[in-house]
C-alpha cells in the first residue's frame, strides 16, 4: 500500500472550511485514497474516498490532485464535533487480502 | 444488527488473568480486523480474518494474544496472562468484500490491567 504522510495537528476556526492535505506521493494506479475521522473515544468513521475524481457527499469534499500524488479533505463549515483526529489511507480496490493499516493522522481542533 | 458490536465495552482486570474480548460484526459481511490503540496512540494493526481464516497475523504482539472466528461471523480476542502493557481500547471493523477498504468500526473494547 502506498504510505501517506499528514501534518500531526491543525487549528480551524468554527464556521470556516477545514482543509486537510495528504501527501500519497508513491500511489499506484489502482489505489484509492480514503479518509476516516476517529472522534475521541469512539471508533473510526468512514468519511469519504476517490479514485482521480473529485468527490463531494454530506459529509465533505475530497479533491485529489492530476497526480495524484496528493489529496485535500474540505469539511465546508467545520463545527466544534469536526474536532478529531483525520486519517487518510491508500488502498487498492482490486479485491483480495491488503492489510488496511492507519498511520497517526492529523488531529483537528476547531477552535470557537 | 445495524453496525460493528463489541463486547464487553470496558474491562478491568488483574494482571495475569486472561480475557477475551468479542465482536459482532455487520451481517454478511466476510472480512474482519482487530486493532489496539492504546491512549494517545494512533491504531496498530492485530489481525485480519477472511471468513474464518486469518490470512495475516502478523500484528499480534506475543503469542499471548490469540484469535478466532466461528461461521464466518463472531469473532473472539483472547489475551492470556494479561500484562499492564495490553492496556488499551480493542477495536473491531468489518468490510463487506475482502480487500475493500471500506470499514466498519465497532465503539472498541477499553481493556484496563492493574
Known amino acids: 500500500d502506498a504510505k501517506t504522510t499528514q501534518p500531526p495537528s491543525m487549528d480551524c476556526a468554527e464556521g470556516r472550511a477545514a482543509n486537510l492535505p495528504c501527501n500519497h506521493s508513491?500511489?499506484?494506479?489502482?489505489?484509492?485514497v480514503y479518509w476516516y475521522r476517529q472522534i475521541h473515544s469512539q471508533g473510526p468513521q468512514y468519511i469519504i474516498h476517490g479514485l482521480k475524481n473529485n468527490e463531494t457527499n454530506e459529509m465533505a469534499s475530497l479533491i485529489i490532485t492530476e497526480d495524484r500524488k496528493s489529496s485535500t479533505l474540505i469539511l465546508p463549515h467545520a463545527t466544534l464535533r469536526d474536532t478529531a483526529v483525520y486519517y487518510c489511507i491508500a488502498l487498492s480496490n482490486s479485491g483480495g487480502y491488503q492489510k488496511v493499516t492507519f498511520g497517526t493522522g492529523t488531529k483537528l481542533q476547531v477552535i470557537p | 444488527g445495524a453496525g460493528v458490536s463489541q463486547s464487553p465495552s470496558n474491562k478491568v482486570t488483574e494482571k495475569g488473568k486472561d480475557v477475551e474480548l468479542r465482536c459482532d460484526p455487520i451481517?454478511?459481511?466476510?472480512?474482519l480486523y482487530w486493532y489496539r490503540q492504546s491512549l494517545g496512540q494512533g491504531l496498530e494493526f492485530l489481525i485480519y480474518f477472511q471468513g474464518n481464516s486469518a490470512p495475516d497475523k502478523s500484528g499480534l504482539p506475543s503469542d499471548r494474544f490469540s484469535a478466532e472466528r466461528t461461521g464466518g461471523s463472531v469473532s473472539t480476542l483472547t489475551i492470556q496472562r494479561t500484562q499492564q502493557e495490553d492496556s488499551a481500547v480493542y477495536l473491531c471493523a468489518s468490510s463487506p468484500v475482502a480487500g475493500q477498504g471500506r470499514l466498519f468500526f465497532g465503539e472498541g473494547s477499553r481493556l484496563t490491567v492493574l
Open positions: 451481517s454478511g459481511h466476510t472480512a
Open positions: 508513491t500511489i499506484s494506479g489502482n489505489e484509492y
